[in-house]
């Protein structure tokens, strides 16, 4: 595990979800109005208003109890400009690092969390070869920046969610509907990860470098229905499994008959340290007619555990199912991200509970887990969703002064990492 052999016990947050005071891709996506899905929903303001409030937040970080926190940097700060690169910014970052340490707490660090400086989709977008080396040289300068005081790296927060968001169907910037360039983006994010994991280990041998990948169960609708079960196995092996068989085969191949056809050689020889596991639910599959897209995905509430604010149906038993998958891949796990959203803080103890003791039930099986992160260290901005979801342990009151509240789910939490002898 990492050089002190603990656990690491956490939350995490990613740095456009919560600091605010942003101007980059996103914000741009939101003032062209291709974010308002859903009524007066969402506005981004100044999310949770952490870039003036970090210190605060990290005072409350520190009496939940948590020894690891997991975070990103905002690129789009760091390089406002394709030739300029803002060393104010970077040194915010770096005493942020600083007090975490400091503070005996292991920092995180994400560098891709799905946000870009506004430049990047004209000068090289992600399903052209130059963005390859344009990612690398953001990172280059983070890495050299924190390298020798960060020991945990997750270079991409979960590459294929954000390709099908981008380039499947056009959620996020560049808002294509291309999935040749989906897989051809994704193929160069995972050849930026190879060069960025190299260089990690070579500045700073101890480091632990992984990318954090969304898992989701997909179950058939009706299981008697061939179309649905061959479907939502197909769905699974591409949204599950496609990402880690590329690190042990060095091909990004996937056949979806009339959608994808796709066979890529990337070096990438296995390098990563550990998966990353960002769960939060179940989906049921169901056939339809339809070339495009031939089936639906729902949510139902069949597990009896209940659904999130969002509608999404909690499935504990979902995480024993990843540990399973993933141990054929051999290589350790961190939950990156887990939590729900609720304005319920019994309903987000009920989930806690459940999930903490999957997770202990993991680790008396012998899985190979070596951390366990929820998500969202604070309310924040849900991509699509806005600021009604709440995903914190901490609430934010943005009606008041962004003033902060410490909610029952996370004394709940906090209580456990007290007691709890991992
Ligand atoms: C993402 C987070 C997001 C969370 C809940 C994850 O897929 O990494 O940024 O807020 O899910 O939707």
Same mark, same amino acid.
């Given at each position: 595990?990492?050089?002190?052999?603990?656990?690491?016990?956490?939350?995490?947050?990613?740095?456009?979800?919560?600091?605010?005071?942003?101007?980059?891709?996103?914000? $741009?996506?939101?003032?062209?109005?291709? /974010?308002?899905?859903?009524? &007066?929903?969402?506005?981004?303001?100044?999310?949770?208003?952490?870039?003036?409030?970090?210190?605060?937040?990290?005072?409350?970080?520190?009496?939940?109890?948590?020894?690891?926190?997991?975070?990103?940097?905002?690129?789009?700060?760091?390089?406002?400009?394709?030739?300029?690169?803002?060393?104010?910014?970077?040194?915010?970052?770096?005493?942020?690092?600083?007090?975490?340490?400091?503070?005996?707490?292991?920092?995180?660090?994400?560098?891709?969390?799905?946000?870009?400086?506004?430049?990047?989709?004209?000068?090289?977008?992600?399903?052209?070869?130059?963005?390859? $080396? @344009?990612?690398?040289?953001?990172?280059?300068?983070? @890495?050299?920046?924190? *390298?020798?005081?960060?020991?945990?790296? @997750?270079?991409?927060?979960?590459?294929?969610?954000?390709?099908?968001?981008?380039?499947?169907?056009?959620? /996020?910037?560049?808002?294509?509907?291309?999935?040749?360039?989906?897989?051809?983006?994704?193929?160069?994010?995972?050849?930026?990860?190879?060069?960025?994991? &190299?260089?990690?280990?070579?500045?700073?041998?101890?480091?632990?470098?992984?990318?954090?990948?969304?898992?989701?169960?997909? $179950?058939?609708?009706?299981?008697?229905?061939?179309?649905?079960?061959?479907?939502?196995?197909?769905?699974?092996?591409?949204?599950?499994?496609?990402?880690?068989?590329?690190?042990?085969?060095?091909?990004?191949?996937?056949?979806?008959?009339?959608?994808?056809?796709?066979?890529?050689?990337?070096?990438?020889?296995?390098?990563?340290?550990?998966?990353?596991?960002?769960?939060?639910?179940?989906?049921?599959?169901?056939?339809?007619?339809?070339?495009?897209?031939? /089936?639906?995905?729902?949510?139902?509430?069949?597990?009896?555990?209940?659904?999130?604010?969002?509608?999404?149906?909690?499935? *504990?038993?979902?995480?024993?199912?990843?540990?399973?998958?993933?141990?054929?891949?051999?290589?350790?796990?961190?939950?990156?991200?887990?939590?729900?959203?609720?304005? &319920?803080?019994?309903?987000?103890?009920?989930?806690?509970?459940?999930?903490?003791?999957?997770?202990?039930?993991?680790?008396?099986?012998?899985?190979?887990?070596?951390?366990?992160?929820?998500?969202?260290?604070?309310?924040?901005?849900?991509?699509?969703?806005?600021?009604?979801?709440?995903?914190?342990?901490?609430?934010?009151?943005?009606?008041?002064?962004?003033?902060?509240?410490?909610?029952?789910?996370?004394?709940?939490?906090?209580?456990?990492?007290?007691?709890?002898?991992?």
């Amino acid at each position: 595990m990492d050089t002190k052999n603990k656990f690491l016990w956490g939350v995490a947050t990613s740095a456009f979800q919560v600091e605010g005071h942003i101007d980059n891709d996103m914000t $741009e996506w939101e003032r062209l109005g291709n /974010f308002k899905q859903s009524g &007066d929903n969402p506005l981004y303001e100044d999310a949770a208003n952490h870039w003036l409030h970090w210190k605060k937040d990290f005072e409350i970080l520190h009496m939940l109890k948590v020894n690891a926190y997991r975070f990103s940097i905002e690129w789009s700060r760091v390089q406002p400009e394709p030739a300029v690169f803002d060393e104010s910014a970077l040194a915010t970052y770096e005493k942020m690092v600083d007090h975490l340490l400091a503070n005996e707490v292991t920092p995180i660090l994400t560098l891709h969390h799905f946000t870009h400086p506004k430049w990047f989709h004209d000068l090289s977008p992600w399903h052209t070869e130059k963005s390859i $080396e @344009i990612f690398y040289k953001y990172a280059l300068r983070v @890495i050299n920046k924190l *390298s020798d005081r960060i020991d945990w790296f @997750i270079t991409f927060n979960e590459p294929l969610t954000w390709c099908l968001a981008a380039y499947g169907d056009a959620k /996020f910037p560049p808002g294509m509907m291309d999935l040749n360039k989906m897989m051809i983006s994704l193929s160069h994010m995972l050849q930026a990860h190879r060069l960025i994991y &190299d260089e990690i280990k070579k500045q700073n041998t101890r480091a632990k470098v992984g990318i954090a990948k969304n898992f989701i169960i997909f $179950e058939p609708l009706h299981k008697w229905n061939l179309l649905d079960v061959a479907l939502s196995s197909l769905i699974h092996a591409f949204y599950n499994l496609m990402v880690p068989k590329t690190f042990k085969s060095n091909r990004l191949k996937f056949h979806f008959p009339f959608l994808i056809k796709f066979n890529k050689y990337i070096p990438i020889d296995n390098k990563i340290d550990f998966w990353g596991v960002n769960y939060y639910y179940r989906m049921h599959v169901h056939f339809k007619f339809n070339v495009t897209r031939p /089936f639906n995905l729902l949510f139902l509430n069949k597990s009896k555990e209940g659904v999130s604010d969002l509608g999404w149906e909690n499935y *504990s038993r979902g995480l024993f199912m990843i540990f399973k998958w993933l141990y054929k891949f051999r290589k350790p796990l961190i939950i990156t991200e887990n939590g729900t959203a609720t304005v &319920d803080e019994k309903k987000r103890i009920s989930y806690l509970k459940a999930h903490l003791s999957i997770l202990e039930k993991g680790l008396v099986k012998k899985y190979p887990i070596w951390g366990y992160f929820y998500w969202s260290f604070l309310d924040n901005y849900e991509w699509l969703e806005g600021k009604t979801a709440r995903f914190g342990l901490v609430g934010i009151d943005y009606e008041n002064e962004y003033s902060r509240h410490i909610k029952e789910g996370a004394n709940f939490y906090a209580e456990y990492l007290k007691g709890n002898k991992i």
